[in-house]
């Protein structure tokens, strides 16, 4: 049963699990725990094989939050335990968004930036949603992010027919000209690395983010994917962040470039819906 795995991996007595709702292959509960707490569960079901389809999915995004979480001020979800079919992190009260908290999740978000990586990549591969992330290091960002990031999905895409030979082609002149559309290089920033509105739960004192594609990455890249798909006060936490940790000249200019990545992967997940923006961004990011 769900409620002992949470026994076994926390050490808490869990007395209820109430299903929140599914996502790709796995089910979110609310755990109602023997002292009156609440824990958030995220599990494969039971049968799955104990996680065969998605090796390693909850070892990589539990690492990746307690990394995350070493960084001073990082707004990182706490986890309370895993296992290769279940995580378990500590439970976070969602509050309504308010420019005071939008505000300090800018300062969190730089902070946690600023803790740096040990390169571009991770000491692991991962996962963006359910597909398999390939997190080999490179030493530069614009090699690695054509190499690790656009390159694979845009196959993927290609390969389920969402994208047609004109459209291949036009990111493929992306993957080129990535060097030269990159701006001055920057060192490897700790980026969580799916940070899209979803990801990001509010609270009274700024925000917490769960749910990551952990690495060493462009700090770019995380303002870029909140914008993407809209994050309430989005304004007063990018001024907060540029405060704290300042962005490099042009980065406005480069928005398309990072959001480039998350659209192809929406592409290999959900078609050609999502075909229009992600050329839309592939043009804009040839032209700067």
Request: with cysteine; aromatic share 8%.
């Amino acid at each position: 049963m769900l409620t002992d795995r949470v026994r076994e991996l926390t050490g808490r007595e869990a007395v209820r699990a109430v299903p929140l709702g599914r996502s790709h292959a796995w089910q979110t509960y609310r755990a109602e725990t023997a002292d009156g707490g609440r824990l958030f569960v995220k599990a494969l079901p039971d049968g799955d094989g104990g996680g065969d389809g998605f090796p390693g999915l909850f070892e990589s995004e539990a690492l990746g939050l307690a990394w995350l979480g070493r960084a001073f001020g990082s707004p990182a979800a706490e986890v309370a335990g895993w296992d290769a079919r279940t995580l378990v992190l500590h439970w976070v009260d969602e509050r309504p968004p308010t420019p005071e908290a939008a505000e300090r999740f800018g300062h969190q978000l730089a902070s946690m930036h600023l803790a740096g990586a040990e390169g571009f990549g991770a000491d692991r591969d991962g996962y963006i949603g359910p597909l398999p992330l390939d997190n080999t290091r490179d030493a530069a960002w614009p090699e690695f992010y054509a190499r690790r990031r656009l390159e694979p999905f845009l196959r993927r895409a290609a390969d389920r027919g969402a994208l047609t030979p004109a459209d291949v082609r036009i990111v493929e002149k992306v993957v080129d000209q990535v060097e030269d559309l990159a701006g001055e290089p920057e060192p490897p920033a700790r980026v969580h690395g799916d940070l899209w509105s979803g990801n990001v739960i509010w609270q009274d004192d700024g925000a917490c983010v769960v749910d990551p594609s952990a690495h060493g990455g462009h700090r770019e890249g995380d303002l870029a994917m909140l914008a993407l798909f809209g994050l309430p006060h989005l304004d007063r936490v990018r001024d907060a962040y540029n405060e704290a940790a300042p962005l490099a000249a042009g980065w406005r200019g480069r928005i398309a470039l990072h959001q480039l990545y998350p659209l192809l992967v929406h592409v290999s997940l959900f078609g050609a819906a999502y075909r229009t923006t992600t050329m839309e961004a592939a043009r804009a990011a040839l032209h700067g």
